[in-house]
């Protein structure tokens, strides 16, 4: 099932252009990796996915339901885990309990089942046994697991993070990409992420979407399939 594509998309700021010819297709039960050296405008590509911000040109389709028929839930995880700064008030329960609001009326009164949820996300974290910690005071790679648990308890369809295995160590990242993994293999999600890691994930991935630049200086995307970590270009 198609979940995301961006058809012909152009966009820039301030009138510069930094994407152009942008043609992305995004499938139900795929990991997929976005990927270019800084300033590439993949954290651009994923705004421009989720509809935060609108194309100059082309088109931008995002599916409105699930494989069953269900409103599409999507759990996005962005770049900006500086705003938790020493006086942010939730403790890391709140926070990821929190979560359970996207998946639901946000005015309704979160039951048994949202804390079991919550606590599951946290345990695939390795956040549980420090939940009633205050989230200012957590490092930079604490603070990234409770935003991927936040995503994971809304019980998204689509799972869209930027750089999340930044600050991580590196048995955390390893145990991240499986936990990635297991969510597209087993609970039939889709996953895109922005890496600058792209060996490390490679053997997880079912493709890379790859930000290369043109000759005039601009970008454009360019795909290409990962096998057995093995990278095949295929256009
Ligand atoms: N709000 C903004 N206003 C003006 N220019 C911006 C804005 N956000 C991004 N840009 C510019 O757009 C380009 C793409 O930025 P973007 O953050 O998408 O790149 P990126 O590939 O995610 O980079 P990085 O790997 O460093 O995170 C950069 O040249 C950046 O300076």
């Known amino acids: 099932m198609l979940v995301s594509s961006l058809t012909q ?10 994407i152009q010819d942008a043609n ?27 509809g935060l911000i609108q194309p100059w040109k082309g088109n931008v389709f995002l599916s409105p339901s699930n494989k069953e ?12 885990i500086s705003a938790f700064n020493s006086g942010f008030p939730s403790t890391i329960l709140e926070f990821v309990r929190s979560g359970r609001y996207a998946s639901g009326s946000w005015f309704r009164k979160l039951s048994k ?6 606590e599951e996300a946290l345990r695939q974290v390795g956040m549980w046994d420090l939940r009633k910690r205050k989230i200012g005071e957590l490092s930079g790679g604490q603070k990234q697991r409770i935003c991927i648990a936040r995503a994971l308890a ?16 590196l048995d955390s990242r390893f145990g991240f990409y499986q936990l990635m993994h297991h969510q597209v293999k087993v609970h039939g999600r889709t996953v895109i992420m922005v890496t600058h890691g792209l060996a490390e994930v490679a053997p997880y991935l079912d493709r890379i979407i790859e930000l290369e630049r043109k000759e005039d200086g601009r970008w454009k995307c360019c795909t290409t399939t990962s096998c057995n970590g093995h990278f095949v270009p295929v256009g």
């Open 9 to 18: 998309v152009e966009f820039g700021y301030n009138d510069i252009p930094c």
């Open 24 to 50: 992305v297709e995004i499938h139900s039960d795929e990991f997929v990796a976005v990927t270019g050296p800084n300033g590439a405008a993949k954290s651009t590509l994923l705004k421009l996915m989720l």
């Open 69 to 80: 028929g269900k409103k599409l839930q999507v759990g996005y995880v962005s770049q900006q």
């Open 113 to 118: 089942e949202d804390d079991v949820l919550t």
């Open 154 to 169: 809304q019980e998204p369809d689509m799972l869209v993070l930027d750089e999340p295995t930044t600050g991580m160590d």
